[in-house]
């Protein structure tokens, strides 16, 4: 017996026993795998079953049946049960993924900063130049990135099964648009109450350095 | 949900437990076995939803497992808990008089 599985273990097995399958239960199981992972379920649990669920559909395969013949002919409906079944995640992870989103995003945007001010220093721009980062910026990065993390899953979950249509995503677009607009209108409002401050290019390659050694960590710590 | 669907997956269920308590399986067994006792009117992928609703009640317990003999994927496999094995219990005696009873009234009502 072999050692608890991982995450990210799991997940590799699942795309290499994925090529197994022919195209048309490729489909039929791809699609389930958006809409499942994209559930806000655990993250674990929800390996495990579409681990489970390729296995049982590879040696269905072999036997000559196909994913309709095992699943059913409604997949969105079969999902939604399966959905119904599994636990959330724990709020510790839910936490996490909260912190972890804007910290990622505030991370590179310290190496734009740096690499930016680095440019102005060799192209030697004139005197009294300093980068000015404010905070409501940031605090605006930070919400949007959430937000956009959110709203994709929604669009991947909504549109699991569903041919791709144009419509749904220039809606999506739209609204992600205005969602971007507000922060920055209310960012630009804040602007006045909140403090901007200087960062040297070399101050930044160091947020940027410490941001990203975090990342690393949180990104294998989640995987476990 | 009709009641007679919910009949069907109570009795499903306790065939699962039944299944599950007499050999470590994992789901494409499980759906093997009962397909091989006739339980050819429930289709195979509705096994999924029920083991998860019984490990929801902690009745059933899955881990995954490697195949150490030929390398392969692993496997999530079940096992009966201390109450799955009280809701087997419950299930045998349930049906055993439900059989009794239907079989009764099925050959004309003899029993007293």
Redesign the interface.
Known sequence: ??A??NIR??IA?NTK?QKQLNTKNKKYYGDMIVYIRSSGIDDRRGE??L???L??LI??QKEG?SAQ????SDPSG?CR??VS???RPKMVDRLSMLVMIPWIAVTWLFLAEGLMGLLLLVTSTPDGYSNQMSLAFLLGLALTSLLLVKLVMLLMNRTAFTEHNRKFYVLFLLLYIVSIAAVVAAGFFLKSYLPVFSVSPWAAFVIFAVGYAGQKYWLRSGAK | MSTYTQMLKGILEGCILMIISQDEVYGYELSKKLQDSGFDFVSEGSIYPLLLRMQKEQWIEGYMKSDSKSGGPPRKYYKLTGPGEEVLMQFRNNWSRMKLSVDDILTGGTQA
Do not use: K
């Not at chain 1, 013949?69 to 059913?72: A, R, Y």
């Open positions: 017996m072999s608890p599985m273990e799991m097995h026993l495990e079953l681990l489970e669920l296995l049982h040696q269905a049946r013949d095992v699943f059913g079969y049960e399966l079944q599994l636990p």
